[in-house]
């Protein structure tokens, strides 16, 4: 029988962290060709998560770099249709809900080639994140939903869709299962910064709600500068660039560095005593890894962590942030929402068995 052909769009971090737990599954069934939007370029934001994850080289580079929300995402479609056209697949693979993952959902949609989302129905029902309005109108034309919670598979219900959903688990956990012993063996990142198990912060910072406004980044930042911990800070260039627009200041026990590759980071996860994000990923990798959480957001979409009481959600208030670090110790057993770490083997069957 002949091979499913699945063109899977890539463009920024964690869709590389994404793919590297399915890729490989996903070679001994379909033949699959990876397509770099070009969305995150730096290599610290791109080249070393190939380099290190085994990740397929993408076959196509569309090098569409940063701009605004419109102008990237347009010149994107109108790039991911070519590939489309020339490459004939019999579905398009996309992750999660940045830019990338709605030019890849539209132009394939537009062409009729079944869509595959995988990290479908999140929500944080707060309209105003970019990431919220790509991940509703990619669930909304979305052939095969591939879920990570029951959370998830409600949202879609409460929105009307049910045809095409399946819970399979989360792709980040299979992730973190398979890496976290390679991480522990290959990653010299502790000894790099002398740092010991335990004695630290992780933190990090990105999200353009948080980096957008003086305000919040201001209370984060003194929050920071007043909790009495030694923070280690991988920089995302987002962030390093609104920090100095802005004149901020970093204490010193803050300790800035480039943005880390996989390994390192789930090293520095790890073995961090708490970790202090915005991000979507880390909350989760937190848990899965046993972390105290403490989100710099109003909302998540991984409430499961929450309620869990291994995440708390802080706001961007300089007293939330210096309370939680100082108190936050959550001790109950964590439950297993995110699957059994086998979401990319699931798919699989879903994926040929699909019916249009
Ligand atoms: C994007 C996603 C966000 C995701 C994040 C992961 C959207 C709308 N946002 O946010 O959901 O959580 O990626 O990290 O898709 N930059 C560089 N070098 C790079 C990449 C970015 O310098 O390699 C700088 C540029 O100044 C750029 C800015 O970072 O303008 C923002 O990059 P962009 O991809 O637009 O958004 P992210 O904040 O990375
Ligand atoms: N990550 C990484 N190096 C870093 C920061 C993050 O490898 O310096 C990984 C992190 O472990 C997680 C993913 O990137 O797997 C999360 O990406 P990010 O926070 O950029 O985006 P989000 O998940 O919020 O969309």
């Known amino acids: 029988m002949e091979r499913l052909k699945i063109v899977t769009i890539l463009g920024a971090r964690p869709q590389f962290i994404k793919a590297a737990a399915v890729s490989s599954t996903f070679s001994k069934y379909f033949d699959e060709i990876l397509v770099h939007t070009g969305q995150h370029y730096d290599a610290n934001m791109s080249d070393v998560f190939f380099e290190e994850l085994n990740i397929p080289n993408p076959k196509y580079h569309l090098n569409i770099g940063s701009g605004s929300h419109g102008a990237m995402t347009g010149a994107m479609l109108a790039e991911i249709e070519k590939v489309l056209e020339i490459e004939k697949p019999d579905f398009v693979l996309v992750y999660g809900d940045t830019n990338s993952t709605i030019a890849g959902s539209l132009a394939a949609s537009k062409l009729l080639i079944p869509v595959i989302h995988v990290e479908a129905g999140l929500r944080s029902f707060n309209k105003a994140m970019p990431e919220e309005q790509n991940r509703i109108l990619t669930d909304h034309i979305s052939d095969l939903l591939f879920v990570p919670t029951q959370t998830a598979v409600d949202h879609l219900k409460n929105e009307g869709i049910t045809k095409g959903v399946h ?133 998540t979409e991984w409430v499961e962590t929450v309620d869990n009481g291994w995440n708390i959600l802080v706001g961007a208030n300089e007293q939330k942030i210096v309370d939680a670090i100082k108190n936050f110790n959550p001790t109950s057993e964590r439950l297993t929402y995110f699957g059994e770490g086998n979401a990319a083997e699931l798919m699989i069957d879903l994926i040929l068995n699909y019916k249009n």
């Open 167 to 299: 819970l399979v688990g989360d792709v980040m956990y299979d992730g973190i299962l398979h890496f976290t012993k390679i991480a522990r063996e290959k990653s010299m990142i502790l000894d790099e910064l002398q740092l010991q198990e335990g004695s630290f912060l992780l933190c990090t910072i990105h999200r353009a709600e948080n980096t957008n406004s003086l305000e919040r980044l201001t209370a984060i930042v003194a929050g920071l500068n007043a909790c009495n911990e030694s923070v280690v800070l991988p920089l995302h260039p987002r962030t390093l660039k609104y920090i100095a627009d802005y004149g901020l200041k970093l204490g010193d026990n803050i300790r800035v560095i480039d943005p880390v590759g996989y390994l390192d980071m789930v090293r520095l996860e790890s073995t961090a005593k708490k970790i202090v994000t915005d991000s979507g990923g880390i909350q989760k990798e937190a848990f899965f890894l046993g972390i105290p959480c403490i989100t710099m957001r109003d909302e």
